[in-house]
């Protein structure tokens, strides 16, 4: 699934090719994704310039001259320029010519993307919380928002309110460098630990989008699925195998529906 690091290289990756240029058409072959593309997108859209491309959260917000397009990846979308002449592949939904030539398709065999139009601001984005490398996500923030709460850390990290773009690989491996169980309370974690666990969220994604600059080539003119980024991963997607710092057995529990991977002698 692309998380955070993906969507932000995916940004990098076609902000050259689409930043500044006209929409000369844009075609729909498949407009039921998560949310309805809008049957009348191509012309409301085309002959607008986009001005300017963002990202938040795990959206991309492609601003044009009066509106602008949110589109998400879901669990298995990819953006990518191709070639002009580049055959459709099977589940390449979308795609938007520019005025420079380039071209470019939203390609999602899940369908649990979107492509959404708005010339106001879009719910998607009312309620989130802030993105984790800005200031304004920080240990003071978890601590004061986890008072009182018996919700486990993990499941309160990952948590869009709290904090945005922190998925299960992401929370694991800063949960293990923080030492701390992913099922501990997040009402029962000091400052000082929450500090830490801050500070190893905002490196393990900047170490992931680091990584993801040196993978741009994938997005941009890869063929095939897109390539996602071959992180060394301490501890998630291996459960039962041995600790990288303490070489006990790690350990596999489900929490919130979603499989987490632990060391029980390094995280407390
Ligand atoms: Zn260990």
Redesign the pocket.
Same mark, same amino acid.
């Given at each position: 699934m692309p998380e955070l690091p993906e969507v932000e290289t995916t940004l990098r990756g076609i902000e050259p090719a689409i930043a500044g240029q006209v929409i000369n058409s844009i075609r729909v072959h498949q407009g039921s994704l998560r949310w309805p593309v809008n049957p009348n997108l191509a012309q409301l859209v085309e002959g607008q310039t986009v001005t300017h491309l963002s990202r938040r959260a795990k959206y991309l917000l492609m601003q044009l001259d009066q509106g602008s397009m949110l589109v998400h990846l879901g669990m298995s979308g990819s953006l990518r320029i191709v070639q002009p002449n580049e055959e459709l592949r099977k589940h390449d939904h979308i795609e938007m010519q520019m005025s420079n030539g380039s071209l470019l398709r939203f390609h999602d065999p899940r369908r649990f993307g979107c492509w959404l139009w708005s010339e106001g601001p879009h719910q998607q984005l009312a309620h989130l919380g802030p993105e984790p490398l800005s200031d304004d996500f920080n240990g003071q923030r978890l601590y004061q928002l986890s008072r009182r709460r018996k919700v486990a850390v993990k499941p309160f990290i990952m948590d869009n309110k709290i904090v945005v773009g922190v998925g299960n690989i992401y929370a694991s491996e800063a949960l293990f460098r923080s030492g701390i169980r992913p099922d501990r309370a997040s009402g029962n974690l000091s400052l000082r630990r929450y500090t830490e666990l801050a500070g190893h969220i905002k490196e393990v994604l900047a170490a992931a989008i680091v990584q993801g600059g040196t993978t741009l080539r994938d997005f941009v003119n890869g063929n095939g699925e897109p390539g996602y980024f071959q992180q060394t991963l301490a501890v998630y997607g291996r459960g039962d195998e041995p =600790?990288i710092?303490?070489a006990?057995r790690l350990k596999e529990i489900k929490l919130g529906q979603r499989s987490s991977v632990f060391?029980p002698? =390094?995280q407390r």
């Amino acid at each position: 699934m692309p998380e955070l690091p993906e969507v932000e290289t995916t940004l990098r990756g076609i902000e050259p090719a689409i930043a500044g240029q006209v929409i000369n058409s844009i075609r729909v072959h498949q407009g039921s994704l998560r949310w309805p593309v809008n049957p009348n997108l191509a012309q409301l859209v085309e002959g607008q310039t986009v001005t300017h491309l963002s990202r938040r959260a795990k959206y991309l917000l492609m601003q044009l001259d009066q509106g602008s397009m949110l589109v998400h990846l879901g669990m298995s979308g990819s953006l990518r320029i191709v070639q002009p002449n580049e055959e459709l592949r099977k589940h390449d939904h979308i795609e938007m010519q520019m005025s420079n030539g380039s071209l470019l398709r939203f390609h999602d065999p899940r369908r649990f993307g979107c492509w959404l139009w708005s010339e106001g601001p879009h719910q998607q984005l009312a309620h989130l919380g802030p993105e984790p490398l800005s200031d304004d996500f920080n240990g003071q923030r978890l601590y004061q928002l986890s008072r009182r709460r018996k919700v486990a850390v993990k499941p309160f990290i990952m948590d869009n309110k709290i904090v945005v773009g922190v998925g299960n690989i992401y929370a694991s491996e800063a949960l293990f460098r923080s030492g701390i169980r992913p099922d501990r309370a997040s009402g029962n974690l000091s400052l000082r630990r929450y500090t830490e666990l801050a500070g190893h969220i905002k490196e393990v994604l900047a170490a992931a989008i680091v990584q993801g600059g040196t993978t741009l080539r994938d997005f941009v003119n890869g063929n095939g699925e897109p390539g996602y980024f071959q992180q060394t991963l301490a501890v998630y997607g291996r459960g039962d195998e041995p =600790c990288i710092a303490c070489a006990g057995r790690l350990k596999e529990i489900k929490l919130g529906q979603r499989s987490s991977v632990f060391c029980p002698r =390094c995280q407390r």
